[in-house]
């Protein structure tokens, strides 16, 4: 099993598309800092005006933390596209290049060649995240120092202290990792269907993009459905930074997330177990 | 009708007279008030900062805080501070601009169990500060003031002195102002995925106030003035 897994990640790693992801990560991630280094004060006046139009606020407000707290929230709808990016192929990609029927033709069970898949894709994931951590919030705090964060809501503001803040940044990007798996098996699920690496990355692209329109739609009709999107609770990485934090909110939508994830894993490693692999 | 515009010129003799010596009883008290600030040409001292805005989530904090005349303030600390545009100095400021504003006494009062004259300031120029309210005891303390200004609305600033209390400076100060509710929008917030807000139905007017409990007052110290433009 360890030995197909080392297979899986080579292969996702001999795979120019597997950089994409690492390099729009840098990429953005880069030119937000250097925006930020440049014009940063302007911008920061312009979100919070809200709030100097009553107060003097006084501190360090343009730090690592709040940095890498905005390119979270950028990230927010890119990130699950550059997963699926990799994810969505790698049954498909072999299916199309017709060697997943030789690769079931070796002596290893299909659930062993399933998970060992699913593995090499939560390693992938994993890897995704643990860049963007590094890039936004090691380097964010290199160049622009620590302190205080402010979060922002629609109905206010959080400030949070900076001894109080990289324990929440940990949990925070654990939730992110769940919720980026969530993305690699509803796209893993779609790739055991397809012959072709193209339609689950289109398919799960579109997903994402159409529950992301109505998650930002302020129409109460929707607020009956944005419970059952999964892009509704992929976000509660954000109530971390909240005080006080509501945890069963939190409990929850990482239960749905879990669920959706076993749900999308089990229909996919069904299917493929089952199907006729005629490529 | 001789005698009526008599009694009538009697009347308004006796109101000018009246409104004359309550200026000059007011003009009295706000000069003793100033004369206890008076030494004090700069200060610093520690300040503990606790917060009560709503719509506004954040832990008490400390700093320190600098002075300087005529109206040069700051605040140091390791974290983010708000502080209510209406700053605790802004009434010694008012005190000493004796060419802006006219005292008049309104009354006395109770407040913090201390009797206090209420001195009403009145401007004589277009300032942004249309009408200022004072409860001086008899030390010349500000125990109270109530500031209104075009650009920041009304605030209440009470003060509490104790034995230690130098200069008419206070121990602890408790501002409090009207604000209106925050509203952001949710794509600037970018809070996705939360509930519409037809259900919200409040006036979005509201009252925060900041406590600031000051120790360690150090006065006349000749504060540079790089101290208050250097940065965060």
């Not at chain 1, 030119?31 to 006084?58: E, R, V």
């Not at chain 1, 933390?65 to 699926?84: E, G, R, Y």
């Not at chain 2, 602890?172 to 970018?190: G, N």
Request: glycine share 6%; with cysteine; proline share 3%.
């Amino acid at each position: 099993m360890i030995k197909l897994i080392y297979a899986e990640l080579f292969k996702i790693a001999s795979k120019p598309r597997s950089y994409l992801g690492l390099l729009a990560i840098t990429v953005i991630v880069g030119l937000i800092h250097l925006a930020m280094l440049s014009d940063g004060k302007n911008y920061l006046d312009f979100i919070f005006s809200t709030f100097s139009q009553t107060f003097d606020i006084s501190g360090k407000i343009l730090n690592g933390n709040l940095i890498a707290f905005i390119i979270l929230q950028m990230l927010v709808v890119q990130m699950p596209l550059l997963v699926a990016f990799v994810t969505g192929d790698i049954i498909s990609g072999e299916s199309a290049g017709g060697t997943l029927r030789l690769l079931a033709g070796r002596p290893f069970s299909r659930t062993q060649i399933f998970f060992a898949k699913y593995i090499a894709s939560a390693v992938y994931t994993a890897v995704l995240i643990l860049w963007l951590g590094i890039l936004s919030l090691v380097v964010g705090r290199l160049l622009f120092g620590d302190g205080d964060m402010m979060v922002l809501k629609s109905d206010g503001l959080t400030v949070i202290r900076a001894h109080d803040i990289l324990w929440r940044y940990g949990i925070a990007f654990l939730i992110a990792f769940l919720s980026l798996m969530l993305i690699a098996s509803y796209s893993f699920c779609i790739s055991a269907f397809a012959d072709n690496s193209i339609t689950p990355i289109v398919i799960c692209m579109a997903t994402i993009i159409i529950f992301t329109i109505i998650g930002t739609l302020e129409i109460p009709f929707f607020d009956y459905v944005k419970p059952f999107l999964f892009t509704t609770h992929m976000i509660v990485w954000r109530n971390i930074f909240y005080q006080p934090i509501d945890w069963s909110e939190i409990t929850v939508s990482m239960a749905i997330m879990v669920a959706y994830i076993v749900g999308f894993t089990g229909v996919a490693w069904y299917h493929f177990k089952t199907k006729d692999i005629l490529s | 009708m001789k005698n009526k515009y008599s009694c009538l010129l009697v009347l308004a003799g006796i109101l000018i007279g009246q409104l004359t010596l309550q200026a000059q009883d007011a003009k009295a008290i706000v000069r003793q008030t100033f004369k206890n600030f008076a030494p004090v040409l700069d200060y610093s001292c520690k300040a503990s900062f606790n917060f009560d805005i709503p719509g506004l989530n954040i832990d008490h904090i400390d700093g320190t805080i600098f002075y300087k005349r005529p109206n040069k303030f700051r605040v140091r600390s390791n974290g983010i501070i708000f502080l209510p545009k209406q700053n605790p100095n802004q009434i010694l400021n008012i005190i000493a601009d004796t060419l802006t504003f006219l005292p008049v006494w309104i009354g006395k009062q109770t407040v913090n169990n201390t009797s206090c004259d209420i001195i009403q300031l009145v401007p004589l120029k277009d300032v942004d500060i249309v009408a200022a309210k004072l409860y001086i005891d008899a030390k010349g303390y500000v125990q109270q003031a109530q500031i209104t200004s075009k650009e920041n609305g009304t605030a209440n600033v009470i003060n509490t002195f104790d034995a230690t209390s130098k200069y008419a400076m206070p121990a602890k100060s408790v501002i409090s102002f009207d604000m209106k509710k925050f509203k952001v929008p949710k794509m600037v917030a970018v809070d996705i995925n939360s509930k519409s807000s037809t259900v919200k139905k409040d006036t979005g007017k509201t009252t925060g106030s900041v406590s600031i409990v000051f120790s360690a007052y150090q006065f006349n110290q000749k504060i540079a003035d790089s101290v208050f433009t250097e940065k965060d």
